[in-house]
Structure formats: structure tokens, C-alpha cells
């Protein structure tokens, strides 16, 4: 079992950045695919970005792609998310998620999930 814990998330104006880390207790992150995701109330949960179990190809939903960047360090077992110029359409709750398979940007397709972080942008 894999437990996903996420921190980093805030309130900030539009342009501004913000770094989302996701760490794991239980288990170490280096041999699963690693995503997050975002949803807002009353919406399914959105794709953002993947990242493979090594680290060589990421995957970026479109309105994202020039802005936020994926990685990891399999060393120190943490997931992140830098996030730059920050849209108030960015505002949402952000997950990370684990995968242990083939990489996929379907939601339903990860097997382990953190309880997420509020990311919040002003206008």
C-alpha cells in the first residue's frame, strides 16, 4: 500500500508560482508512474502531468504545457510540481497520484492517491 501525501499548495495572485511536493510513507515511489491531477467542485478530475517510473518522459495537459514542470528524485523518494505563471483557471485541488503499469493520463488508471493541496489564484 502506498500512502500520497501532497503540501505546497496556497493562495497567490495571477503570475505568480507556487511548488507542489508529493512524498509517500510505506513504500518508495521509484518503480511507479507519477501524475497529478486536479479538480474543481462539480467537475471530474483533470489530467495535468505524468512523469515515468525513471524519470525519462513527461506528459503535460495543453493549458499547462510552458508553465508548469514535472520531476522527481527518485533518490530523496519526492514527487513535484513547479508551477509558474499562475492563471486564476489554475485554481483547483491538486493530487498526485501513483501508477504501477503502462504510463496513462486517465485518472481511473492510478491505483494510489494522496487526499490533495488547495492551489488558489487570485485575479
Known amino acids: 500500500q502506498v500512502q500520497l501525501v501532497e503540501s505546497g499548495g496556497g493562495l497567490v495572485q495571477a503570475g505568480g508560482s507556487l511548488r507542489l511536493s508529493c512524498v509517500p510513507s510505506?513504500?518508495?515511489?521509484?518503480?511507479?508512474?507519477m501524475g497529478w491531477f486536479r479538480q474543481t467542485p462539480g467537475k471530474e478530475r483533470e489530467f495535468v502531468a505524468v512523469?515515468?517510473?525513471?524519470?525519462?518522459?513527461?506528459y503535460y495537459t495543453d493549458s499547462v504545457k510552458g508553465r508548469f514542470t514535472i520531476s522527481r528524485d527518485n533518490a530523496k523518494n519526492t514527487l513535484s510540481l513547479q508551477m509558474n505563471s499562475l492563471k486564476p483557471e489554475d485554481t483547483a485541488l491538486y493530487y498526485c497520484?501513483?501508477?504501477?503499469?503502462?504510463?496513462?493520463?486517465?485518472?481511473?488508471?492510478?491505483?494510489?492517491w494522496g487526499r490533495g493541496t488547495q492551489v488558489t489564484v487570485s485575479s
Open positions: 497520484a501513483a501508477r504501477n503499469g503502462i504510463t496513462s493520463v486517465t485518472a481511473r488508471d492510478y491505483q494510489y
Open positions: 510505506g513504500r518508495t515511489l521509484s518503480g511507479y508512474d
Open positions: 512523469i515515468t517510473s525513471r524519470g525519462g518522459s513527461t
